[in-house]
């Protein structure tokens, strides 16, 4: 039974939208992540300056799949990976807005929302629970802020979620996936070498 805040999510243009449920400190984990992937998603999409924290970290809410919906635009949800075993990242086609990241496997069915694509403030979505990776932030692990769990403990607890998701079914409710065959409602491009090769440059530029 859901208990948390229904909180409406919106691409930059307006055209992909939905609505992110039982949202509360208690049911999500509230985070940033430094590491080089999500920096490389954030510069793929052309919007590095708009989704990084000054560090390169990005402000993500970790929540079921399930509490995930889309009530416009859905046939705009574009998915790529930097890699073919990387994970998947969305993001609206239409306007390059960041929607968040997930594994390739239905088992693990968990979200990793980007705060771009909520349409509401970041306190609303509970504390920070801990900064992830940050030895890849700007400046390095030094210069990023010490509040939160230790990483370890941060991994755990979400760790914890997912298995109560997945004991509760979470894992055949996505929006993500076909409700009838399983399959991802995008096919997620995987970036060449070069591509990555390009995005590594930006990067190390943009933390220069």
């Given at each position: 039974?859901?208990?948390?805040?229904?909180?409406?999510?919106?691409?930059?243009?307006?055209?992909?939208?939905?609505?992110?449920?039982?949202?509360?400190?208690?049911?999500?984990?509230?985070?940033f992540c430094y590491c080089d992937d999500c920096q490389a998603f954030a510069h793929f999409l052309g919007r590095a300056d708009e989704v990084l924290d000054s560090y390169g970290g990005t402000e993500i809410t970790q929540m079921s799949q399930a509490n995930v919906g889309f009530t416009a635009g859905a046939d705009k949800v574009a998915a790529m990976r930097l890699s073919a075993t990387g994970m998947i990242r969305w993001y609206a086609s239409c306007c390059r807005t960041p929607i968040g990241n997930t594994m390739a496997t239905s088992a693990m069915p968990f979200i990793g929302v980007i705060k771009a694509f909520i349409d509401a403030p970041s306190a609303a979505l509970g504390p920070i629970r801990g900064r992830g990776f940050a030895k890849s932030a700007k400046g390095g692990a030094a210069a990023v802020p010490r509040d939160g769990l230790p990483e370890i403990v941060m991994i755990a607890r979400v760790l914890a979620k997912v298995l109560?998701?997945?004991?509760?079914?979470?894992?055949?409710?996505?929006?993500?996936?076909?409700?009838?065959?399983?399959?991802?409602?995008?096919e997620p491009r995987v970036l060449g070498e070069a591509e990555r090769a390009e995005l590594r440059r930006r990067c190390a530029q943009w933390r220069a």
């Open positions: 039974m859901a208990t948390g805040t229904e909180l409406p999510l919106r691409c930059r243009c307006g055209t992909v939208r939905g609505v992110a449920r039982d949202v509360a400190p208690t049911t999500v984990n509230h985070c109560r998701w997945r004991l509760r079914g979470d894992h055949k409710r996505s929006a993500l996936r076909d409700a009838a065959t399983g399959k991802l409602v995008a």
